[in-house]
């Protein structure tokens, strides 16, 4: 009998594994992470958040600079970390840099009544990608409005875009609950009441609606709503791994703010050393052929425990 939740005693999370890799992700030193990089999983710390946003633009100028009219290429992104958007419409504007033939994906949004929310969501996904970067772009410059794909629940563009263009780069970033996108672990209930799903089944996951993870609400709420919970939507539309394994490359920004030293540890080690568990759904990224962490060095702190650290 696998543990309970000590977050969220109905649902699967981090806090189900078995003690002994808890245990051994805590001793982790930020001294030690460069050293599980392998094939397939680079690692790479930043020792200055200006280094750090713009290694993260780059990325996605250096995408898009592949795009060409017989092969265009596209990037998916996400809200969190953010402070490289508004960053990626400059260098575009810098270079004069025509983006044509460019594609970009966003990886999730908030879901109300069964229908995404729209643009006049207050913290609508969507809306944030528009405001901080491509209304920024020079209009003449700018990818045009049919490349630049939203999820949506009903309808199949979205789905179907992804096997229609080449995905160059897939960014994200890592939430509390150790998801990409919204891809929380699920309920404790019915066929997964012993046992969360198997990589098998969860590998299989693509764009859907989902219900969020208690401490997945907890975490939005304190990031976008000031704290206030009741305003944060139950359920998210998310891309799956699905598409995740359309992308040529996944790269994960670790700022120290999206997840805590602990969880910067914990996922890096399951990923150095292949341990997948649905119970922490980005350990599936064990299996992905490419995928890079990038830490921000004064993010990833220590597992040092007691008040004195507050």
Not at 25 to 44: H, M, N, V
Not at 74 to 81: D, R
Not at 260 to 283: A, C, E, H, W, Y
Request: proline share 7%.
């Amino acid at each position: 009998m696998r543990p309970i939740s000590n977050i969220a005693p109905g649902w699967w999370d981090f806090t189900t594994l078995e003690q002994k890799i808890l245990d051994e992700a805590a001793k982790l030193s930020a001294d030690d992470l460069p050293a599980l990089a392998r094939d397939g999983f680079t690692i790479k710390i930043y020792d200055t958040v200006e280094d750090f946003y713009v290694a993260e633009a780059m990325e996605y100028i250096s995408a898009w600079q592949r795009a060409t009219e017989h092969e265009p290429v596209g990037v998916c992104g996400p809200i969190g970390p953010i402070r490289h958007l508004p960053l990626v419409a400059r260098i575009i504007n810098e270079l004069e840099m025509d983006l044509r033939y460019c594609h970009f994906w966003g990886m999730d949004e908030w879901v109300v009544n069964g229908k995404e929310v729209g643009a006049g969501f207050p913290f609508s996904l969507a809306r944030a990608d528009m405001e901080l970067c491509f209304n920024r772009i020079r209009p003449d410059l700018r990818m045009p409005s049919d490349n630049i794909h939203f999820p949506k629940v009903a309808g199949s563009e979205y789905r179907d875009s992804w096997n229609e263009i080449r995905c160059v780069l897939m960014q994200g970033g890592q939430g509390d609950i150790k998801h990409w996108a919204f891809n929380d672990p699920p309920k404790r209930e019915g066929r997964y009441r012993d046992n969360p799903p198997s990589k098998e089944e969860y590998r299989q996951l693509g764009t859907r609606v989902v219900e969020l993870h208690p401490m997945t609400v907890i975490q939005c709420a304190r990031k976008a709503t000031c704290g206030m919970v009741h305003i944060v939507p139950s359920h998210g539309l998310t891309l799956g791994p699905v598409e995740t394994w359309k992308a040529e490359k996944v790269s994960i920004w670790h700022t120290g703010t999206g997840d805590n030293p602990f969880g910067l540890r914990l996922t890096t080690l399951m990923i150095s050393q292949k341990i997948v568990d649905t119970s922490v759904p980005i350990s599936l990224l064990a299996d992905h052929p490419n995928v890079q962490f990038n830490f921000l060095r004064a993010g990833i702190g220590t597992c040092e425990v007691g008040y004195g650290v507050l």
